[in-house]
């Protein structure tokens, strides 16, 4: 289990790779890739700047690994969040689910996913082609999702 934060960007083929190296017991590996979106028009954003809290988010990053650890029989897992000024198009976020079967790496993947997208103490602010910047918050339906896993205990 593995996450960091960091500033450069990551190869998703090469991440995968030295996360299973070696491994006969993983039969599913699924990945999230997260891109920074562009859009169009006066609304499209041409830079999205991501701020944390180092120490504390790297801590609360693991913690949330760890329970989807608990919940799903995970063989590996790993999470790369990007932080600084991103433009349309750069690598975000990665989420690396392996597991023997192909249920728990896809439940544990968005588990993980709904968590960064409304609970991960990561502040992002959007630059709009307009000039305009934006803090960004969870959207209700980002939310709606993570609430379902307060919900579910799925068996081990």
């Known amino acids: ?6 500033r450069e960007d990551f190869d998703v083929g090469a991440e995968v ?19 920074v979106r562009g859009g169009s028009g ?6 999205m700047t991501l ?11 693991a913690r949330v ?6 919940r799903w029989p995970l063989k590996a897992s790993l ?5 600084g000024t991103l433009k349309p198009g750069e690598n975000i ?12 790496a896809f439940a544990a993947a968005e588990f993980l996913m709904d968590y960064l997208k409304t609970r991960a103490p990561f502040w992002k602010k959007e630059m709009r082609a307009d000039g305009q910047a934006r803090w960004v918050a969870a959207r209700e339906c980002d939310r709606e999702a993570a609430g379902r896993w307060e919900e579910i205990s799925p068996p081990r």
């Open 1 to 6: 289990m593995t996450v960091r934060v960091e």
């Open 17 to 35: 790779a030295r996360l299973t190296v070696g491994r006969s017991d993983i039969g599913a590996i699924v990945t999230f890739s997260g891109t």
């Open 42 to 47: 006066a609304d499209a954003i041409t830079a």
């Open 51 to 61: 701020e944390h809290y180092p120490g504390m988010t790297e801590a609360e990053l």
């Open 65 to 70: 690994e760890a329970e989807a650890g608990k």
């Open 79 to 83: 999470i790369v969040h990007r932080i």
């Open 93 to 104: 976020v990665l989420v690396v689910t392996a597991s023997a079967h192909r249920q728990a």
